[in-house]
């Protein structure tokens, strides 16, 4: 059962911001509640008072920067918003695709991706897929604003590189360029993904040009595999680059354990997914007629 708590609904992200600087831990941002209201209701965690982002204004649009190379993406935006987006499913289809199978429909309609990014549980579709197409997050505070680079927001089980006052209000990405595939994989035997796989291909003349791949779900955070993207370039696509590439994944990660799944088991999964991601990337190249 929920203990007792207030909530209040600041018109702006600074007022926001000020009241959690002010509640001394006792105060925490709140948006679709479908992570807080858990722990609350299993007394991991009593705060005073939840500050409702909902009610500040402008945070859940889905749009493209000036310039139209980069796709931003409001924190409050709810998952099944950007399921149904039509500015994502055109430019970034993937990302509409792993946002239709987050979760369940109830989860999806309340959840925001600010939510899911600041929560930072490991088993986080969204964030894999941004990290791998180099997503910023902005966070705000009355102090100001910074962009931190995915790469370096998930520091860990549970934990971001975001300061307690500080809002996420954004994530943003350049779009893959028109030569570039985006492929995601997961498996799941449960609520949440068993080990997720990310991949960005881009193929010139018959050779990999670039190549970016990220893990999720595996270990306590999403991680870049740079070793296996430095083997995958210049090589012809296919069969035999692709399980070399699986394999250093493989061998690789650095799996958690859990009670769902052996670490030896979540090693062979991320390495299995990073070869059909790979797999799916270029056919999907292929079927553009690249
Ligand atoms: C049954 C179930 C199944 C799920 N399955 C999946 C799945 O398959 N794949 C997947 O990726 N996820 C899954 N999730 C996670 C789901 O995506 C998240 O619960 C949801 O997106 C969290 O968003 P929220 O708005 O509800 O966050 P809240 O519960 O409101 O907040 C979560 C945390 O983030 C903080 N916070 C929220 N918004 C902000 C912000 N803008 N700035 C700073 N801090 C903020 C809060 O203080 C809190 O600590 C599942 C969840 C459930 C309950």
Excluded: W
């Excluded at 941002?29 to 982002?53: C, H, S």
């Excluded at 600041?118 to 997503?135: I, R, Y």
Aim: net charge negative.
């Amino acid at each position: 059962m929920l203990g007792v708590f207030d909530i209040v609904r600041p018109k702006s992200v600074a007022d926001a911001s000020a009241i959690v600087a002010a509640g001394g831990g006792e105060a925490v941002f709140y948006a679709g509640g479908t992570e807080l209201l858990i722990l609350m209701k299993d007394r991991l965690l009593e705060p005073a008072v939840l500050v409702d982002l909902k009610a500040v204004p402008g945070l859940d649009g889905i749009g493209l920067d000036p310039g139209g190379r980069t796709l931003r993406i409001g924190a409050l935006a709810r998952h099944r918003q950007i399921e149904r987006s039509p500015i994502v499913r055109h430019h970034v289809p993937t990302l509409a695709a792993l946002e239709a199978r987050v979760a369940n429909v109830r989860v999806r309609h309340a959840g925001t991706i600010g939510g899911n990014l600041c929560f930072a549980e490991p088993h986080s579709d969204p964030a894999t897929l941004l990290l791998a197409l180099e997503a910023t997050f902005t966070l705000e505070s009355e102090a100001g604003a910074r962009d931190v680079a995915a790469a370096d927001f998930f520091v860990g089980f549970l934990q971001t590189a975001r300061q307690p006052d500080e809002l996420m209000t954004s994530t943003a990405f350049p779009l893959p360029d028109s030569g570039t595939t985006v492929a995601y994989e997961r498996f799941k035997t449960h609520e949440r993904p068993s080990a997720s796989v990310a991949v960005l291909l881009s193929v010139r003349d018959g050779t990999i040009a670039a190549a970016r791949i990220a893990v999720g779900s595996v270990g306590d955070r999403p991680v870049r595999m740079p070793a296996a993207e430095a083997a995958l370039r210049g090589t012809p696509p296919g069969p035999e680059s692709f399980a070399a590439a699986a394999e250093i994944v493989r061998d690789g990660v650095e799996p958690t354990e859990d009670r769902f799944e052996s670490t030896d088991y979540k090693r062979h999964l991320a390495g299995t997914l990073t070869r059909r991601a790979l797999e799916r990337a270029m056919a999907d190249g292929e079927s553009h007629g690249r």
